[in-house]
């Protein structure tokens, strides 16, 4: 696995480890609640959704991070194998948010931008990278 792909596979995970957290344990702070696009009054009802999808992003992004190691430790089909899945993952599970603004299910049209390319960008980029 060549260098690109190794660090946009590593940043996706980062990106969605780092959101782990704010998903699952502090949507009731404010600064989160404007940082994911979700009202104050929004947020009992997000709740049930937003601790699963937390946990999921956090094991997407584990097993990224577990495909770099397993590839850097010489099992390289699992590692391709785990990164393709993971990045894969991503991009199409993070493209739903784009998906969901464009439906009108956010505040304001085009809050999911900077979200949608921060899920889908990194990942997408390690996916060409690995072609190479």
Known sequence: MNAAAQVFALLSALIYILVF???????RHPAVQKFLSTPAQN???????AIPTGFRNLLIGLGAVA?????????????????IYCCANMVLSGATMGL???LGHYPKKGDSV?????????ALIALVALAF
């Open 21 to 27: 957290p704010l998903e699952s344990f502090l949507m």
């Open 43 to 49: 947020v009992p009802a997000v709740m049930m959704w």
């Open 114 to 122: 900077p979200g949608t390319l921060a899920a889908t960008v990194p």
């Open 67 to 83: 495909g770099v190691v397993a590839a850097n430790m010489g099992h390289t089909a699992v590692g391709h194998t785990l990164v």
């Open 100 to 102: 969901a603004d464009w």
